[in-house]
């Protein structure tokens, strides 16, 4: 009797909640947590984007979570690579400090040497704060295999709430 009583209670909680509703949020302590990126990204400049979601990912850290006990390693193989070399630098000036900012902050930065080699590049080519591995797929899979979460660092297109709104005038604020 108490079990439908409380079944009962619980479909009318979730009754009473509608669309017009606020979310809730989620502010649970994350602790140190262990992760790796993957980075393929099509343009070289979507390294900018996908820079940020490290920077995220150690904000919410610092935040949420004990940034110093974490570790994030990201392993790019893509054509970030060009962004990554520091035979490009005059391209790209201000991409040294920013990657410089993150390995400060403990993150790991790791290329494919497949991919490096595939776009003409040698081991030697890139910044110092730069690891070279021998294969994307299997510096991966050790990350993985020694208990760090997987992250597909994919870059999209972002839209803004202002520019959505422009495409569908029927929202009415």
Request: contains cysteine.
């Amino acid at each position: 009797m108490q079990r439908l009583l409380l079944g009962a209670l619980l479909c009318a909680g979730v009754a009473w909640a509608g669309p017009d509703d606020p979310s809730k949020f989620d502010g649970t302590p994350l602790g140190a947590q262990k992760a790796v990126y993957q980075f393929n990204l099509e343009k070289p400049e979507d390294l900018y984007q996908a820079l940020g979601y490290l920077n995220n990912h150690l904000n919410s850290l610092k935040e949420f979570g004990n940034v110093r006990q974490s570790h994030i390693v990201m392993v790019a193989h893509g054509n970030e690579l060009h962004m990554l070399s520091r035979l490009n630098r005059a391209a790209y000036p201000d991409i040294y400090e920013r990657l410089k900012a993150l390995t400060d902050q403990g993150v790991s930065l790791r290329v494919c040497r497949n991919a490096a080699n595939f776009r003409g590049y040698k081991p030697g080519d890139f910044y110092d704060l730069v690891t070279v591995v021998p294969a994307a797929m299997t510096d991966l899979a050790k990350w993985q295999q020694n208990g760090y979460a997987y992250i597909s660092g994919d870059v999209i297109n972002r839209t803004k709430r202002a520019d959505f709104l422009q495409k569908h005038p029927e929202i009415i604020e």
